[in-house]
């Protein structure tokens, strides 16, 4: 299995945007959907957005669908989510990782990158 290393977070005032990365170790992500999850306090992690290989298709979660931007960089072993206008709503922990063809995840969830969204 891999590892997976999120940075990006922070805090941030309603309205800003981040720029999350992932870089992938131990493995290639290139054959595997890559996606974007967040866990909030109290609540359960909620898958965001995904990127099946090669990029051509992209999933997004009603919550983050038309101020997100998923993409990958297989090259660097990398995937990004870029998202604007945050809200308060957006305060939680983002996670990267990847599932297989077979249904395999890409490696063990991170510690993920905490985003906090407020004045």
């Known amino acids: 299995q891999g590892q997976l290393v999120e940075s990006g977070g922070g805090l941030v005032q309603p309205g800003g945007s981040l720029r999350l990365s992932c870089v992938a170790s131990g493995g290639n992500i290139r054959a595997f959907t890559m996606g974007w999850y967040r866990q909030a306090p109290g609540k359960q992690r909620e898958q965001l957005a995904t990127i099946t290989p090669g990029g051509r298709m992209t999933y997004y979660a009603d919550s983050v669908k038309g101020r997100s931007t998923i993409s990958r960089d297989d090259a660097e072993n990398s995937v990004y989510l870029q998202m604007n206008s945050l809200n308060s709503e957006d305060t939680a922990v983002y996670y990267c990782?990847?599932?297989?063809?077979?249904?395999?995840?890409?490696?063990?969830w991170g510690q993920g990158t905490q985003v906090t969204v407020s004045p």
């Open positions: 990782n990847g599932k297989s063809l077979y249904g395999a995840d890409f490696g063990p």
